[in-house]
């Protein structure tokens, strides 16, 4: 079965600074995606970065990255230079063959605070 | 890029009562289409996948007679809940997957529908 874990249900960090959002995730399927998404207040699911199960480096998106360490099955999420702005909450998922091949699996979230 | 409407955006309704909620995929034609429902603070659940022409999947301990999902068009999926009762209020988000792209952001999400049965 597939599974993503989240383990910080709340995270504070000071503007300007950076941030380390955990994931683990765990499934058979040799190949794999994994996904990071922001949803603000608002409700909106917002797409920040993707990594492949095959990709030799780690994605980057603007402020983003994802430190892939296929190995100990974790996909963490790196926000660089926080902002107020990314105070959100911020989910990990994953798409795998096994899971029916075009479906999400969520983790539960890490609410971000970002204070002055 | 790709965008995905929903609408209503916000509804109340009185139990027993049926409410549809329309996604609709505004610059491209969405072969499958997805529905969530997600409580406060928690995360977004499957309900159901849906494929144009075709009987939508339901996910486990999802009734689908309850929770009526049409795929009538490659643009548009609409999620009907039948008999609604407050404990059906909730978050509803769907997802769309454009047709024929197997890229990295091929599921776009709508922007949710927030029910509220009395």
């Known amino acids: 079965a597939q599974k993503i874990t989240q383990t910080q249900p709340g995270m504070f960090v000071q503007e300007k600074e950076a941030v380390t959002l955990d994931c683990t995730y765990d499934?058979?399927?040799?190949?794999?995606?994994l996904f990071w998404y922001k949803q603000p207040s608002s409700g909106e699911m917002i797409f920040l970065i993707y990594?492949?199960?095959?990709?030799?480096q780690n994605a980057t998106e603007g402020r983003y990255s994802l430190n892939f360490q296929k190995a100990r099955k974790s996909a963490n999420l790196v926000i660089s230079a926080s902002q107020l702005g990314d105070s959100a909450m911020y989910f990990c998922?994953?798409?795998?063959?096994?899971?029916?091949?075009?479906?999400?699996?969520f983790g539960t979230g890490t609410q971000l605070k970002v204070e002055l | 890029g790709a965008v995905v409407s929903q609408h209503p955006s916000r509804v109340i309704c009185k139990s027993g009562t049926s409410v549809k909620i329309e996604c609709r995929s505004l610059?491209?034609?969405?072969?499958?289409m997805f529905w969530y429902r997600q409580f406060p603070k928690q995360s977004l659940m499957l309900m159901a996948t849906?494929?144009?022409?075709?009987?939508?999947?339901?996910e486990q301990g999802v009734e689908k007679d309850k929770f009526l999902i049409n795929h009538a068009s490659l643009t548009l999926s609409t999620l009907t809940v039948t008999s609604a009762h407050p404990e059906d209020s909730s978050f509803y988000i769907c997802?769309?997957?454009?047709?024929?792209?197997?890229?990295?952001?091929?599921?776009?999400f709508g922007p949710g529908t927030r029910l509220t049965v009395l």
């Open positions: 997802s769309a997957r454009e047709a024929g792209l197997a890229g990295v952001t091929e599921q776009f």
């Open positions: 499934t058979s399927d040799p190949s794999y995606g």
């Open positions: 990594q492949g199960s095959y990709d030799q």
């Open positions: 998922a994953m798409r795998a063959p096994t899971g029916g091949g075009n479906k999400l699996t």
């Open positions: 610059d491209f034609q969405a072969t499958t």
């Open positions: 849906s494929n144009e022409g075709s009987k939508a999947t339901y």
